[in-house]
């Protein structure tokens, strides 16, 4: 098992060469989330964009449960990556009680198995741009060494939303951001797609269109594009309605879950 | 980047606010789309913008304009079936022509002479979306010879983003009733759609895009139509599109053709 220096300097290595190529930038931001949810000890993760109303909206998170993505709509009313991007301060909090601050909030990460919630600012200069969220399953204190690592990581994850090449006048931040919350919306378009073709949830949805993305080497944003816009044809639609009972078959041939159909 | 230029967000809200106060003092009581074009000219401190709304092989449904002055340029592109709109919608991403008299010419042959004859000097062009759903396009004309960029450009995507979901939430006020009459004639601000809706950011929620994707496929039609759909049901119903698109999203709900 390697330890957390090694992971952590894997993870900066592997984003160092992602971000060379063309990326996608959900998929990139998704894989971020991925590595939090291992270096930190965390149960989730997920990162919020602004749009250009300062509305914050989910980008990228280490799973995409419904309950999930729900804590994180919450957070437009409050919740602490609304106000850990109000202040531009680390949100770091470990135990969610009665007495913690968010009253809609608080309940609801608690239903959903949640015990310490943080958050980290995603600063460009003196602008926030978003926030990187760490849900905990357990209360415990989020030690001096793990801040530093989750704040080390939001700026990983900021400059991935600044390296994002996908238009020739991305030289702007605000292109950059409307790009990147274009790209998200296409994504949730696709998984209903994907969800009402093939009949099964939106999170499976989102597997089977990433599993294809990767088998094709093609980024995430242009499948959910040519799934959108019905522009696969009828071989590539077959594979990526495949692609998901494949990955199910593989599930069931090892050790079959609990949630396994 | 600019160091004055590059506050989106905590400029964003400011942004956002200062784009629906301009719009409301033009509308008045009713949003149409030559007043959004109007406010959208001065917002962005231009002679003219216009809006297209666009089939997805790019027929224009409909135009409006701020000034009548633009109408030709903007009828010429749909008729050549070429033009900074058309490049913006098919490319989804903006299109700048800071001064026509350097190349245009050969990217759009015929386009930029007449446009140059008009007087315009500068073109932009932004592609009305949201997510995957092409709605149309969003021009904005200039005398002068000079780029959209720095905040003007941070101004014209925010507008861009306004306008679509403007255009959205008007062809949704009643079902029945079609988009293109609809803007024309003026919807009434004070029914369905105010400006003060466009804030509260119902249409920008993950299971509204979710469920617009599902209700295309049960449909069979265009997932911005499928938004429309959804929007149409929640005014009917007298609930919000954010309930609709959970129903959806859960299989309580479906649409049959």
């Known amino acids: 098992m390697a330890n957390r220096e090694t992971l952590l300097a894997s993870t900066f290595l592997t984003l160092a060469d992602t971000l060379v190529d063309d990326f996608d930038v959900v998929e990139v931001l998704g894989t971020l989330c991925g590595r939090c949810v291992g270096l930190l000890g965390a149960s989730a993760s997920g990162i919020l964009l602004a749009d250009a109303r300062g509305a914050l909206h989910v980008m990228a998170t280490s799973g995409e449960q419904a309950s999930l993505l729900e804590l994180f709509q919450i957070q437009n009313e409050e919740g602490p990556c609304l106000d850990s991007f109000r202040s531009g301060q680390a ?4 135990d969610l009680d009665g007495t ?3 009253p809609r909030f608080a309940p609801a990460a608690r239903r959903a198995g949640f015990h310490g919630v943080h958050a980290f600012p995603m600063v460009v200069r003196s602008n926030v741009v978003g926030t990187l969220n760490l849900f ?3 209360p415990r204190p989020l030690l001096a060494p793990d ?9 990983a994850a900021t400059l991935t ?33 994907v969800s009402e073709l093939g009949q099964v949830g939106t999170d499976e949805a989102f597997t089977w269109l990433r599993s294809f993305a990767r088998s094709k080497n093609r980024k995430l944003t242009d499948v959910a594009t040519a799934v959108v816009d019905r522009t696969l044809d009828d071989r590539e639609r077959s594979e990526l ?5 494949t990955e199910e078959l593989l599930r069931a041939d090892g050790a079959p879950g609990p949630d396994a159909p | 980047m600019g160091t004055l230029g590059c506050a989106p967000v905590t400029a964003g809200r400011d942004r956002w606010t200062r784009i629906m106060t301009l719009i409301a003092a033009h509308e008045g009581a009713e949003l149409t789309g030559s007043g959004l074009c109007v406010a959208g000219a001065e917002l962005l401190a ?17 135009t409006y304009r701020s000034d009548l002055a633009f109408q030709p340029i903007e009828d010429l592109q749909f008729v050549l079936g070429v033009g900074p709109s058309l490049d913006a919608f098919r490319a989804r991403r903006p299109v700048v022509e800071a001064d026509l008299s350097e190349d245009a010419s050969l990217r759009w042959p015929g386009l930029a002479h007449l446009a140059l004859d008009a007087g315009v000097r500068s073109i932009a062009a932004f592609p009305l979306r949201i997510g995957a759903a092409r709605i149309g396009a969003l021009t904005v004309y200039d005398s002068r010879p000079r780029a959209l960029e720095g905040d003007r450009l941070d101004d014209a995507l925010a507008l861009t983003a306004v306008v679509a979901r403007t255009l959205v939430a008007l062809q949704v006020a009643d079902a029945d009733d079609d988009l293109v009459p609809r803007l024309s004639r003026g919807t009434s601000v004070g029914g369905a759609v105010s400006p003060g809706e466009f804030p509260s950011g119902e249409i920008d929620h993950a299971e509204v895009h979710q469920a617009s994707g599902m209700v295309s496929v049960q449909l069979g039609i265009d997932v911005g139509d499928a938004l429309a759909r959804l929007r149409a049901r929640a005014f009917l119903d007298g609930t919000t599109v954010r309930a609709v698109a959970a129903d959806v999203v859960a299989r309580r709900l479906r649409f049959d053709p």
């Open chain 2, 46 to 62: 231009v002679d003219g913008v216009a809006i297209a709304l666009l089939t997805g092989d790019g027929v224009a449904v409909a």
């Open chain 1, 147 to 155: 801040v530093d690592v989750a704040q080390a990581l939001a700026h």
């Open chain 1, 136 to 138: 905990m399953d357990e």
């Open chain 1, 91 to 94: 949100v770091v909090h470990d």
């Open chain 1, 161 to 193: 939303v600044l390296q994002n090449r996908a238009t020739e006048d991305s030289h702007r931040l605000t292109t950059q951001l409307q790009e990147a919350l274009d790209s998200r919306i296409t994504i949730e378009q696709a998984k209903g797609v």
């Open chain 1, 100 to 102: 913690s601050p968010w």
């Open chain 1, 241 to 245: 309605l495949r692609a998901g009972s």
